[in-house]
């Protein structure tokens, strides 16, 4: 069946980096868009970033602009996402989800916890 | 503040029809498909319809939805308990380049 397992997350301070990685199986990874999705506690769903199935097209969020960088590896079944110059308000569940073009995520993964604070 | 707008809170009794409501725009809602996710307590999201009224494998036939220009709705009818959950909808947005996402609705089962 469809899976995806995020690791990565933790405690890290303000204007610090961490890099996520989401490992994908029982589909063919290099045929979806894939994406990240984060939400922060007790709040709402917030798009992160998008990546298309070769990598060649990527989108961001405004807020993440300059800071964060998604990748994928479709030889590893991997997707990626590297986070630099943290911020407290970047503290949340870093979701990983399968996605098409031009459509919100279907499967999600369980999702990661990042903390940013000091 | 999220780009689609819902209704924070929604409650039905067991048996119950309701329904929740995800209004947005022209870049969104009006031009493009919708997602309603199930949250349950601690857990992720879980994909509930696609494309504005199919519902994937595995989701009872008591959830259905449906669109009308720029809004959208869920209805979810012979109420259960486990219902219990927050509720999200989502669609693509052409101006922003990405998915966004209604703040959720929570439903509670009187």
């Known amino acids: 069946q469809v899976q995806l397992v995020e690791s990565g997350g933790g405690l890290v301070k303000p204007g610090g980096s961490l890099r996520l990685s989401c490992a994908a199986s029982?589909?063919?990874?290099?045929?979806?868009?894939m994406s990240w999705i984060r939400q922060a506690p007790g709040k709402g769903l917030e798009w992160v970033s998008y990546?298309?199935?070769?990598?060649?097209?990527?989108y961001y969020a405004d807020s993440v602009k300059g800071r964060f960088t998604i990748s994928r590896d479709n030889a590893k079944n991997s997707l990626y996402l590297q986070m630099n110059s943290l911020r407290a308000e970047d503290t949340a569940v870093y979701y990983c989800?399968?996605?098409?073009?031009?459509?919100?995520?279907?499967?999600w993964g369980q999702g990661t916890t990042v903390t940013v604070s000091s | 503040q999220s780009v689609l707008t819902q209704p924070p809170s929604a409650s039905g009794t067991p048996g119950q029809r309701v329904t929740i409501s995800c209004s947005g725009s022209?870049?969104?809602?009006?031009?493009?498909?919708v997602n309603w996710y199930q949250q349950l307590p601690g857990t992720a999201p879980k994909l509930l319809i696609y494309s504005n009224n199919q519902r994937p494998s595995g989701v009872p036939d008591r959830f259905s939805g449906s669109k009308s220009g720029t809004s959208a709705s869920l209805a979810i009818s012979g109420l259960q308990s486990e219902d219990e959950a927050d509720y999200y909808c989502?669609?693509?947005?052409?101006?922003?380049?990405?998915?966004?996402f209604g703040g959720g609705t929570k439903l509670t089962v009187l």
């Open positions: 989800a399968r996605a098409k073009q031009l459509v919100p995520p279907g499967i």
């Open positions: 022209s870049s969104n809602v009006g031009s493009n498909t």
């Open positions: 990546i298309s199935s070769s990598g060649s097209t990527i």
């Open positions: 029982g589909f063919t990874f290099s045929d979806y868009y």
């Open positions: 989502a669609a693509w947005d052409d101006s922003l380049n990405g998915p966004v």
